[in-house]
């Protein structure tokens, strides 16, 4: 991490070489923010083998026309209304996964110390799973999926050789990375089948199937010459996308999901159990926002009002960002400054870490300090909020990603305890992908009576 921290100080602008290609990193928030807004100069690009796992013809790879199809059929499932539907799945993961915890602390272990990092990250998985497609997957089939994402992670590092060579690192991720798309088609099927039937929406999958049927329904009635009410045109008139496209789109959201809710996950329990008074107002304020009634589900009303446990998540993710850096494709030659032009197939690079640690902007950067969201001034700071990116690309489940954070984090206060094991790696930063503790947080758990 102080590598990283070095090159961001050296300025605004700074680069790298890597194998055959040239990488431009904008350090500031203006750097940064001008790259996320620079779609006509600009596209995401991840890494050079990234297309050759997640697919060249995936919707995140996608500009102008292309991707805004994709996309005025996906902002419709991370509505309020949308969000609500699948907060009864989650609750159900977490339930188990948090008697799991438990069981992993007290009768595997005889209450010592483990790292959980890797329980988070099957954790995060799970949840992401099932609000994706719902019980379309088989357990056993997220847990492969939890256990094989490391390979995937692993392959898009930077420094990897961007050919498939077997047996290395981008090997293996192919191999993850063809399971997974294997397993999101699948779930497509399925959706397909029971959205047709009538059944009710469930996931975002069965949200944007059931768009495609509508829109594909109104234009057939249309088509076959009967008059139809305005009222009755889809708000969103989309084309019914494959099962592999479908596919493609559910591997980006895992993608875009399953390090960075880690990291953010790992991050969460370890900071409040250093942080006790910390803790005791989520657990406060979750208790009183369920009248007393710890076993209570959590609602979006119930959500919507956690002010404190916002601010500790907010406050997480600005202080822990599970992502530094996001990686663009410069289409043509983009003049980032006046004195600068990135040249045409270089990589250019915005980083969000040092806007999230400007001490102009959020005084005393490096303490974590939630009532910075409350007291303070850090929610007029929008410029600074790099978070989940900016521009035609930000991330489509940013609100889903903090209220998911909220209700896992507000549920275990409610029924577990939990101690960090410090030592002397514990506030130290590793990079893998995300960033994580680099002891993966030892804990342990125990149920609260």
Known sequence: MDEYKSKWASGDLSCVSVFHKFVVIAASRDMARKVF???????????????????????????GKAHVEYRKGLNGLFTRQALELYLPGQDEVYRKYFDKFVDISQREN????????????ELMCAVSCRTFVGHYMSEQAVKKIANDYYNITAALELVNFPIIIPFTKTWYGKRAADMVLDEFAKCAAKS??????????????????????????????VASGVEVDESEKPA?????????EISQTFFTFLFASQDATSSAATWLFQLMADRP?????????????????????FSMDVLEKMTYTRAVVKETLRYRPP?????????????????????????????LYPALHDPQVYPDPETFDPDRWITGDAEKASKN?????????????????QLNLMAMIGMASLHLNWEHHITPRSEDIKVFATIFPQDDCPLVFSPRD
Not at 110 to 121: D, E, S
Not at 201 to 217: A, H, P
Not at 236 to 244: A, T
Not at 394 to 401: F, I, M, P, R, S
């Open 236 to 244: 969103s008139l989309l084309r019914v996308f494959s099962d592999f």
């Open 37 to 63: 807004n620079s779609p006509a100069f600009v596209k995401p690009c991840v890494v050079d083998v990234a297309q050759k796992l997640l697919g060249p013809t995936n919707w995140v790879f996608l500009d």
């Open 110 to 121: 005889n209450g010592k110390p483990v790292p959980y990092m890797p329980h988070f990250r």
């Open 323 to 351: 992502v530094l850096m996001v990686p663009y494709l410069a289409k043509k030659s983009f003049p980032l400054t006046e004195n600068y032009t990135v040249p045409k197939g270089s990589m250019v690079v915005p980083t």
């Open 192 to 221: 397909k089948v029971r959205m047709a039937a009538g059944g009710s929406v469930t996931c975002i999958m069965d949200g944007w199937i059931r768009s495609m049927q509508d829109s594909e329904e109104y234009r057939q009635r």
């Open 277 to 297: 008074e910390v803790l005791d107002k989520v657990r406060e304020e979750n208790l009183a926002l369920r009248n007393g009634d710890r076993d209570e589900s």
């Open 385 to 401: 909020w790099l978070v989940f990116g900016t521009g035609p690309h930000y991330c489509l489940g940013q609100t889903y990603a």
